[in-house]
């Protein structure tokens, strides 16, 4: 079995680091790490072993499910570029999703910060969060920010929403909807990995994002109680956001 941790990302001085940490946090499963962004590869060529660059000027979302087109794992996973990974944890995860029903997904639960958002089971349900706590949502599902999915089952239900700039909102709307259709949301059985998240400012471009953009989108849609009947995404929906992402390039 193989996983494709797909990873949009403009900062190519991460990716030999990553593609380190990944070979020994997914034990002996097969797995390759697919770069997607605008930048060079730096020190990791085409025949690096493991590894694809896909050159992509969109924002994150649509990057990451162009990444997805061109990944070849049983799995799709979904982690930051500022993250360290934890030894065996994907590997475990991997353990425990491989014999599920392929419309279970898992939450890759992680700590950013000085949180340790991993040790609270209820930091990953939709009613701790406010701006989760809207009319079709139901207070018990669990939110997914960064995920781990069947690659078929991603791709059949569409995936990401990419009129979602950045990666969040739009896995949130994709667990909870995979939630209410039947499947499962699994935590993942221990922490994947840590971030060096530091607080947003409105200076930032993922966090303009966020305001102006994914999160108007995202109450607007999941205000309405019938809000999982209208849910639909094609997973081509990439290819009809801007190829040139105007938020960071103009």
Not at 116 to 139: C, F, M, V
Not at 168 to 190: D, E, V, W
Not at 235 to 248: V, Y
């Amino acid at each position: 079995m193989k996983v494709s941790i797909v990873l949009p990302s403009i900062n190519p001085h991460t990716w030999p680091s990553i593609l380190n940490q990944i070979e020994t946090a997914v034990g002996d499963y097969d797995f390759e790490l697919v770069c997607c962004g605008p930048s060079p590869c730096g020190e990791l060529g085409p025949d690096t072993e493991n590894f694809k660059y896909i050159e992509d000027f969109g924002c994150p979302s649509r990057s990451f499910q162009k990444g997805v087109k061109y990944s070849s794992g049983d799995y799709i996973a979904f982690i930051p570029d500022d993250c360290t990974l934890d030894e065996g944890a994907f590997e475990e995860a991997l353990d425990f999703i491989k014999d599920k029903p392929r419309n279970h997904g898992m939450v890759l639960m992680y700590d950013e910060g000085k949180g340790r958002q991993s040790k609270d089971p209820n930091y990953w349900k939709s009613s701790t969060h406010e701006d989760q706590r809207l009319a079709g949502i139901q207070p018990h599902w669990i939110t997914a920010p960064c995920f781990m999915y069947n690659r078929e089952y991603f791709i059949e239900v569409g995936g990401l929403d990419c009129g979602y700039e950045h990666i969040n909102m739009n896995g949130h709307g994709l667990a909870y909807y995979t939630q209410a259709k039947g499947g499962q949301i699994h935590l993942s059985p221990r922490r994947i990995f840590r971030s060096s998240w530091t607080p947003p400012t409105e200076a930032t471009i993922l966090f303009q994002a966020y305001l102006q953009n994914d999160r108007p989108r995202f109450t607007d849609f999941w205000s309405q109680a019938d809000a999982i009947e209208k849910y639909k995404v094609d997973f081509d929906n990439w290819e009809k956001q801007e190829e040139k992402w105007s938020r960071r390039y103009g």
